[in-house]
C-alpha cells in the first residue's frame, strides 16, 4: 500500500506560477512511475506528465514548455512546476504512483489538490 499526499494548489491568475508536491509514504526508488493528472468538471481525467524511476518523462502537449515534473529522491517528492497558468488549467490535479511488485501491478492515487486560474 502506497499512501500519496498533495500539496500547493490554490488560486492564482493566468499567468502565474503553482508548485505542486507529492509526497508518497515509501521511497520512491520502489515505484516505477509518478504522475501527475487532472480532472476539470465535466471532462475525463488526462495526464499532465509522469516520471519514471530512470527519469524519463513524457507529459501533454498542452502543458510542454510552461509545467515540469522532477523527483526529490531523498524526499520520496515529485513536483509539478506550473508557470504561464491559464485558465483551462483549471482543475483538480492528482498524484498517481505506479507499483510492479511481485510480478503485479498496483496504481495508486492522492486525494487530489485543486487548482484554480482567474482570467
Known amino acids: 500500500q502506497v499512501q500519496l499526499v498533495e500539496s500547493g494548489g490554490g488560486l492564482v491568475q493566468a499567468g502565474g506560477s503553482l508548485r505542486l508536491s507529492c509526497v508518497a509514504s515509501?521511497?520512491?526508488?520502489?515505484?516505477?512511475?509518478m504522475g501527475w493528472y487532472r480532472q476539470a468538471p465535466g471532462k475525463q481525467r488526462e495526464l499532465v506528465a509522469v516520471?519514471?524511476?530512470?527519469?524519463?518523462?513524457n507529459s501533454a502537449d498542452s502543458v510542454k514548455g510552461r509545467f515540469t515534473i522532477s523527483r526529490d529522491n531523498a524526499e520520496n517528492t515529485v513536483y509539478l512546476q506550473m508557470n504561464s497558468l491559464k485558465p483551462e488549467d483549471t482543475a483538480v490535479y492528482y498524484c498517481?504512483?505506479?507499483?510492479?511488485?511481485?510480478?503485479?501491478?498496483?496504481?495508486?492515487w492522492g486525494q487530489g489538490t485543486q487548482v484554480t486560474v482567474s482570467s
Open positions: 498517481n504512483a505506479d507499483l510492479i511488485q511481485g510480478g503485479s501491478y498496483y496504481r495508486y
Open positions: 515509501i521511497t520512491i526508488f520502489r515505484i516505477n512511475a
Open positions: 516520471i519514471t524511476r530512470g527519469n524519463s518523462i
